[in-house]
């Protein structure tokens, strides 16, 4: 069993950065998909970014591409969203998540183990 937390929500102005960690702990970190999801309020939880096991590639919405940065350290079993020009519409609860056997065109069904989210408010 994977347990994961994340950490680094927060409030921030429109413009601004905020960087999300996520540790993992329970298992083979380097073994796994990790990826970023969020749900704003009244929405459906939506693919933000993932970092694949190996040998690391990245994918990520149309919404965030350009402004967010996902990575990982499979030493300290963390993966990072570093999130950069932030716009109110990027408010919501972003959780991580890990999976052993993804694709993306069903990545939210195939992953595996959940966090409880963190939460991002940008004002505007």
């Known amino acids: 069993q994977v347990q994961l937390v994340e950490s680094g929500g927060g409030l921030v102005q429109t413009g601004g950065s905020l960087r999300l960690s996520c540790t993992a702990s329970?298992?083979?970190?380097?073994?796994?998909?990790m990826g970023w999801f969020r749900q704003a309020p009244g929405k459906e939880r939506e693919f933000v970014a993932v970092?694949?096991?190996?040998?690391?590639?990245?994918f990520y919405s149309n919404s965030v591409k350009g402004r967010f940065t996902v990575s990982r350290d499979n030493a300290k079993n963390t993966v990072f969203l570093q999130m950069n020009s932030l716009k109110p519409e990027d408010t919501a609860v972003y959780y991580c998540?890990?999976?052993?056997?993804?694709?993306?065109?069903?990545?939210?069904?195939?992953?595996?183990?959940w966090g409880k989210g963190t939460l991002v408010t940008v004002s505007s």
């Open positions: 998540a890990a999976g052993s056997r993804i694709t993306i065109a069903t990545i939210q069904d195939d992953m595996d183990y």
């Open positions: 329970g298992g083979t970190f380097s073994s796994y998909s």
């Open positions: 970092v694949m096991r190996s040998p690391g590639f990245t």
